[in-house]
């Protein structure tokens, strides 16, 4: 719990205005550096990110353009990382229903067996009781199931009752 907690804060917070915002002013500079832009401290020097030394550039006045289609960039960037995301949590759960498909797949097949292994003794307790059925009419010389059904009924009452009997 405390771990999903975590996870649904940092995702909340990396989802913000502010964490977009920040995305946005880090993409701009980033471009802004690459393009020689005058830096934060308005010298005309943009620190050099591969090297680690200051190097000094010329400032562009007409460069509105170019921080329009970085703002954009920008923000291109963070809808596909939203995008990013989004796809990777769709995989997730695609890939968990996979999983539970395959467990309910495996269930239903375990069931089947199971009712096909009940089918087949049924069948053979259906003949079998029809074997003992022919015996029993063989043995009472009738054919008549009715008979033979109000035969067993009976025997069964009187069993019962001489368990009463005995128990009692």
Known sequence: RESKSRINDSKMMMQSEEMKQKFLRDE?????????????NGNGTVPDLEQGNASTSTTNNNNSNGVASSAERSETMLMMQQQDDTLDDLDLAVTRVGYMAESIHEEIESQNKMLTDLGDDLADAEE?????????AKLLKTKSRCQIGLILILSLIVLVLFFLVLYT
């Open 128 to 136: 079998q009781l029809g074997v003992v059925m022919g015996k029993l």
């Open 28 to 40: 701009r500079a980033l471009t802004e550096r690459r393009r020689g832009v005058v830096g934060n």
